[in-house]
């Protein structure tokens, strides 16, 4: 018999299926997109939230605690000499005590409070602090501006910048007792390159990494890496028991 063959064709118009799929990606992205500006706003709200704490808190220290210290000292200074060789010995003990406090209090409202960023910019603001900490420390911190960096960033990179290299100086002071730390300040068209580096102990930086949040927030090195990220900033940092310790920063410059 006569063999009968059918062909049966079928045409389905993908069109709209790829235009549904491309919309459903561009929700998708625009919805992450929301959440990254939501993360950062919060972000930003949490920092200012915390510079204005510190001022604060500084200001409260400085009109508060540092007049009462400054007062005790005063009347400590003006009290007699007595006969007794244990009377005034005590006597010059708690003078020695009192001033490293009053300094240390000074330190710390320093620390919090860094006027000279918001009226000079960041190279002046961080030569201060370097030469405060290196007078109240002991420890030689020398601040390099090789390229004659004197522009002014945005408020808040300015802020995080500072509180990087604040953070990089007091854990080198704290955890690598170095003899020298080195601030660094070169920039080209597109970036500013900060390095500090000291010539301390250092320390096994995968074994910090991999002990976990709460050492590496101990250590400063999670803050700082926030504070880089946030300000789109690279942050690298290179530490070798015995060798010291180099944290480099790389900012964009926004023209």
């Known amino acids: 018999g006569e063999e009968i063959r059918e062909l049966v064709m079928v045409a389905t118009d993908i069109t709209q299926e790829k235009e549904a799929r491309l919309r459903s990606r561009e929700i998708n992205r625009e919805e992450i997109e929301k959440k990254v500006k939501e993360h950062r706003y919060r972000s930003e709200l949490i920092l200012e939230g915390q510079e204005e704490e510190r001022s604060r808190i500084s200001r409260e220290m400085h009109d508060g605690v540092g007049q009462i210290l400054t007062a005790l000292k005063m009347n400590m200074e003006s009290m007699v000499p007595s006969s007794s060789i244990h009377t005034r010995r005590r006597l010059e003990e708690s003078k020695i005590l009192l001033k490293n406090l009053i300094g240390e209090v000074r330190r710390i409202s320093f620390n919090l409070r860094p006027s000279s960023l918001s009226d000079f910019?960041?190279?002046?603001?961080?030569?201060?602090?370097?030469?405060?900490?290196?007078?109240?420390?002991?420890?030689?911190?020398?601040?390099?501006?090789?390229?004659?960096?004197?522009?002014?960033?945005?408020?808040?990179?300015?802020?995080?910048?500072?509180?990087?290299?604040?953070?990089?100086?007091?854990?080198?002071?704290?955890?690598?007792?170095?003899?020298?730390?080195?601030?660094?300040?070169?920039?080209?068209?597109?970036?500013?390159?900060?390095?500090?580096?000291?010539?301390?102990?250092?320390?096994?930086?995968?074994?910090?990494?991999?002990?976990?949040?709460?050492?590496?927030?101990?250590?400063?090195?999670?803050?700082?890496?926030?504070?880089?990220?946030?300000?789109?900033?690279?942050?690298?940092?290179?530490?070798?028991?015995?060798?010291?310790?180099?944290?480099?920063?790389?900012?964009?410059?926004?023209?």
């Open 121 to 255: 910019g960041i190279v002046p603001a961080v030569k201060k602090f370097t030469s405060e900490i290196s007078q109240l420390s002991g420890i030689e911190i020398e601040c390099i501006n090789k390229t004659g960096f004197i522009n002014r960033l945005d408020v808040l990179v300015e802020n995080n910048v500072y509180r990087i290299i604040q953070e990089a100086i007091n854990n080198a002071i704290k955890y690598g007792k170095p003899e020298k730390i080195q601030v660094i300040f070169e920039h080209g068209f597109e970036q500013l390159h900060i390095t500090v580096e000291d010539n301390g102990t250092g320390f096994d930086l995968k074994e910090v990494e991999q002990s976990g949040h709460f050492k590496l927030s101990g250590h400063g090195i999670f803050n700082m890496r926030e504070r880089a990220a946030f300000i789109d900033s690279q942050l690298s940092i290179y530490s070798k028991i015995g060798e010291g310790t180099r944290i480099t920063l790389a900012v964009p410059i926004k023209t």
